[in-house]
Nanobody, 127 residues
């Protein structure tokens, strides 16, 4: 069983930056591909980014490509999401998730691919 706790959310102006962290406990962190999802008010949760066990493979939603960077530090059992050039449409609750397998197709972007979830951290981008 893996427990995930996100932090780093907050209120930021358009064009600003935030760095989210997700600390994992239980299990062997380096065994798990990790991902970030987000949920805007009134919308379904959507895929943001993912990376494999050593960070050598990454995937991003088109809406964040070039602005967001996912990385991990296996020694600290932590995955990060660096968010730059933030837009109002980036507002939402951000969740980290841990899975068991890496996929080279859209399966990677499905919620059902991930077994463990954090409680989320709120990100609000104000204009």
């Amino acid at each position: 069983q893996v427990q995930l706790v996100e932090s780093g959310g907050g209120l930021v102006q358009v064009g600003g930056s935030l760095r989210l962290s997700c600390a994992a406990a239980g299990g062997t962190f380096s065994d798990y591909p990790m991902a970030w999802f987000r949920q805007a008010p009134g919308k379904e949760r959507e895929f943001v980014a993912a990376l494999n066990w050593n960070g050598g493979l990454t995937a991003y939603a088109d809406s964040v490509k070039g602005r967001f960077t996912i990385d991990r530090d296996n020694a600290k059992n932590t995955v990060y999401l660096q968010m730059n050039s933030l837009k109002p449409e980036d507002t939402g609750v951000y969740y980290c998730a841990a899975g068991h397998y890496w996929y080279y197709n859209d399966v990677l972007r499905r919620e059902t691919t991930y077994s463990y979830w954090g409680q989320g951290t709120q990100v609000t981008v104000s204009s």
